[in-house]
């Protein structure tokens, strides 16, 4: 590999002299700047940014590796739509990121199309074309935690020596600057536990200091002891959620996959909210096609359950629920199923709707009901481990529709798509 020598760039006196020194004057101030900043998204804007600047090129972008499904998935790109592009995974098998990834090593094309480790999906995804691409590894130590590429050289001049030593050093420093914007990600969210488990705690105190004075009346100790129960079971419900998300969040959560039908699944987790629902004369309707998928069952039943949940808590009396299983338009799209829960509730402003997949954000309008402000956050990260994605549609007064992808099974099912199903009547309020 003579012109790969990425330990030391080519010194040979010359006039391109002056450009390296300047370029590594360039790259000092940058990797200064990465350490400046414990914010995840903005510390990846900056360095797709800079990668583009020390090496002249169109485009860059950084793939870090998801421990849950093995795969590379994009964070962050220069200039094209990185929305678009965090929903295509990358494999580790037929892609130069993931070769880069699994060998450690740099590695440059310059000429993409005839590559055959090249993974054209991205390109037709986005309508992009790549010409010529140089990735290298991200690593702390010896691990590799994602692959910076740089893309279409100005002018497509040939990739150079100098080019991978510049693009190697950047991405040795971005790594330990990702790794501590994460190690900051986790200690924020311990801070915020701490904080959330405190109302719940000072209640129980208060309940307790009473409780202990013996000149209580006998209808308070009662109505204490059912604040202390609720109180604990809200403590019990946050440390299943705080552990599930800290899971998800630090790639703890590994997926464990299996073919299933998701109408069977909506059928079974309506089953479960049954009764709640009917309680209030809230009719859940179940339709759709039995389309089968592959993907972490328990999970995804956990994903339904929160959003069937949030639909009875904020629907109205009376209301209506409807639960669709359907295919996507894109029939190329990775993610090709679609699940929608709709309900006929008060809505979400357009200014709530942009928070309600935060870590503890609930509406405050909303606050009476019980609930740790958590159930979205985990619903969004199961699915988006998955690589697909969930969001929400909502009118205020009319209702709100979440809804979220998933992949479409290999084989597809024998049976004849059923009828759709009614599953809860509402209560007949003359009974
Ligand atoms: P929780 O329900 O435990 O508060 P979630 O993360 O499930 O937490 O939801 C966050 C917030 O989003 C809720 O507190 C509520 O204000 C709002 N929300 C969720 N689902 C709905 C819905 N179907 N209709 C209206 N508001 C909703």
């Given at each position: 590999m003579t012109d790969r020598d990425?330990?030391?760039?080519?010194?040979?006196?010359?006039?391109d002299d002056q450009h390296l020194v300047a370029r590594y004057e360039h790259l000092l101030e940058i990797t200064r700047q990465l350490n400046s900043t414990l914010d995840l998204g903005t510390l990846l804007n900056r360095i797709v940014r800079a990668a583009t600047e020390l090496v002249n090129t169109e485009q860059a972008s950084i793939l870090l590796l998801d421990p849950a499904t093995g795969e590379l998935r994009f964070e962050a790109a220069s200039n094209l739509s990185g929305s678009a592009m965090t929903a295509i995974p990358v494999p580790m098998e037929g892609s130069l990121a993931g070769w880069v990834a699994t060998h450690g090593e740099p590695e440059m094309v310059n000429d993409a199309r005839s590559d055959s480790r090249w993974f054209a999906n991205v390109d037709k995804t986005i309508k992009f074309t790549t010409r010529n691409l140089l990735a290298v590894p991200m690593k702390i130590k010896n691990e590799v935690i994602g692959v910076l590429e740089v893309i279409n050289k100005n002018d497509d001049e040939k990739w150079t020596g100098d080019d991978i030593y510049t693009l190697t050093t950047l991405a040795s420093q971005a790594a330990i600057a990702v790794q501590n914007a994460r190690l900051f990600q986790q200690s924020d969210f311990i801070a915020e536990i701490v904080h959330e488990l405190r109302t719940p705690l000072a209640a129980l105190r208060a309940s307790t200091a009473l409780l202990m004075r013996a000149n209580i009346p006998e209808l308070r100790r009662a109505e204490m002891l059912r604040t202390m129960h609720e109180e604990t079971e809200r403590l019990t419900a946050m440390t299943t959620d705080f552990l599930d998300l800290a899971r998800l969040e630090s790639g703890r959560a590994r997926l464990e996959t299996s073919e299933f039908s998701v109408l069977e699944l909506v059928q079974e987790c309506v089953g479960l909210i049954r009764e709640q629902a009917g309680e209030r004369g809230i009719e859940i309707v179940v339709r759709g096609e039995d389309r089968r998928t592959e993907a972490d069952r328990t999970k995804i039943k956990r994903v339904l359950l929160n959003l069937l949940t949030n639909a009875i808590k904020y629907n109205r009396d009376q209301g209506t629920i409807y639960c669709t299983v359907d295919r996507r338009d894109d029939l190329t799209a990775p993610c090709g199923l679609v699940v929608l829960i709709q309900d006929t509730g008060h809505g979400i402003s357009p200014e709530n709707q942009k928070h309600?997949?935060?870590?503890?954000?609930?509406?405050a309008a909303t606050a009476?009901?019980?609930?740790?402000?958590l159930g979205l956050s985990i619903a969004r990260r199961i699915i988006e481990a998955h690589g697909c994605e969930m969001g929400l549609t909502s009118e205020l007064n009319v209702g709100t529709t979440f809804y979220f992808t998933l992949p479409i099974a290999h084989a597809q099912p024998r049976r004849e798509p059923p009828a759709s199903a009614v599953f809860s009547r509402p209560k007949d309020p003359s009974q």
């Open positions: 990425v330990s030391r760039p080519n010194s040979t006196p010359s006039a309600v997949f935060e870590k503890f954000y609930r509406v009476s009901q019980t609930g740790t402000g």
